[in-house]
C-alpha cells in the first residue's frame, strides 16, 4: 500500500471525535485511515463501547466505511468502593451535570444511579460518564427527571429536540417531534439503529411523554458505510447550543395561523397542512 493511501490529519480527527464522545474509554484504541477506510484496532473494556466506537467513526466526514477490529478487554476487576471512586470522579468531570443531584452505588461492578436531573438529556449524559469509567460491569439508571416548571406540549418538544442535539448529536434539520396530549411523535431519519432506539428511549425519560410513536427511518447519509455522508456531529462535550425559549416562541407565532399544530423541527415549525 503506498504511503499516499494513508491520511493521518483524518485519523487524528476521528481519534478526535472518539475522545470527544465521552462515553469511551480510548486508551488502548488505534486508528488508521486507508483510503477514507477508518480501521478501529486496539482494545475496549466492553461491547457497548465497541458498538459506539465504530457508530462514532462513520458519522465522521470524509470516512466512507469502517472496519472495527477493536478487541474487548474487560477491565481488570476492581472492588465496589474504588468503582465507586471512579464513578463520582467521572460524574464530576461533565460541567453539565450538577453536583450532589446524583448518586452513585457500586454492588459487585453494577452502577446503580439515582437522584434527580431537570432533563432526560442529564439523565442519559450520567449514564454515558459512569459506562466511560474502567471497570464499570453494567449501569442501573434509575435517575428521576423532575421538572418543576410547567411546560407547553411545544416548549416539551423542543426540550426532546435539545436532548437529541446534545446527547446523540442528532442534525436536527433531519428530525421532527411533535407533542400531543402527552405522546412524542418521532419522524425524520437517522444514520443507524442504535441512533433510532436511543432517540425513543431520551423521549421517553421526558417528564409529561407518557407515550411515544417512533416513526424514524434509518438511512445512512453520504459519506458514511452506505456511501451516503452527514455534516458531522455535535460531540457531547460541546453541548447544545439551541436555545428553547427562542425554539418556542417561534413555533407559537408559527401556531397562531389558522393550519393545524406545528411540527418540530431542528431549523424551522413546519404545519401539515405545508409538507407533501
Not at 122 to 142: C, F, S, T, Y
Not at 192 to 200: M, T
Amino acid at each position: 500500500m503506498s504511503s499516499t493511501a494513508a491520511n493521518p490529519s483524518l485519523e487524528e480527527f476521528v481519534l478526535t471525535c472518539l475522545r470527544e464522545q465521552g462515553g469511551l474509554d480510548v486508551a488502548n484504541l488505534e486508528v488508521r485511515v486507508r483510503h477514507h477506510i477508518a480501521y478501529l484496532e486496539g482494545s475496549v473494556p466492553n461491547l457497548r463501547q465497541k458498538r459506539l466506537a465504530g457508530e462514532t467513526a462513520a458519522q465522521v466526514e470524509g470516512i466512507r466505511g469502517v472496519v472495527n477490529r477493536l478487541r474487548i478487554a474487560p477491565s481488570p476487576l476492581v472492588d465496589d468502593e474504588s468503582l465507586k471512586r471512579r464513578v463520582i470522579r467521572a460524574l464530576a468531570r461533565n460541567p453539565k451535570l450538577e453536583a450532589g443531584k446524583v448518586s452513585a452505588d457500586v454492588i459487585n461492578g453494577v452502577v446503580h444511579l439515582g437522584g434527580f436531573v431537570s432533563t432526560a438529556a442529564e439523565k442519559r449524559l450520567a449514564e454515558e460518564e459512569v459506562w466511560a469509567a474502567p471497570g464499570v460491569r453494567h449501569v442501573i439508571n434509575r435517575i428521576d427527571v423532575l421538572s418543576q416548571e410547567i411546560k407547553s406540549e411545544l416548549q416539551i418538544a423542543g426540550q426532546i429536540l435539545q436532548g437529541l442535539s446534545q446527547c446523540l448529536g442528532l442534525d436536527l434539520s433531519k428530525v421532527t417531534v411533535e407533542v400531543v396530549d402527552g405522546t412524542a411523535h418521532l419522524k425524520g431519519v437517522v444514520p443507524n439503529d442504535y441512533l433510532r432506539s436511543a432517540a425513543e428511549e431520551l423521549t421517553r425519560w421526558t417528564p409529561s411523554i407518557g407515550e411515544v410513536v417512533n416513526e424514524l427511518q434509518v438511512l445512512a447519509w453520504p459519506g458514511t458505510r452506505s456511501d451516503l455522508q452527514p455534516e458531522r456531529a455535535r460531540p457531547s462535550s460541546q453541548g447544545c447550543r439551541l436555545d428553547t425559549e427562542t425554539l418556542c416562541t417561534q413555533s407559537a407565532l408559527a401556531s397562531q395561523s389558522q393550519g393545524p399544530a406545528p411540527e418540530w423541527r431542528g431549523d424551522t415549525v413546519a404545519s401539515k397542512a405545508t409538507r407533501q
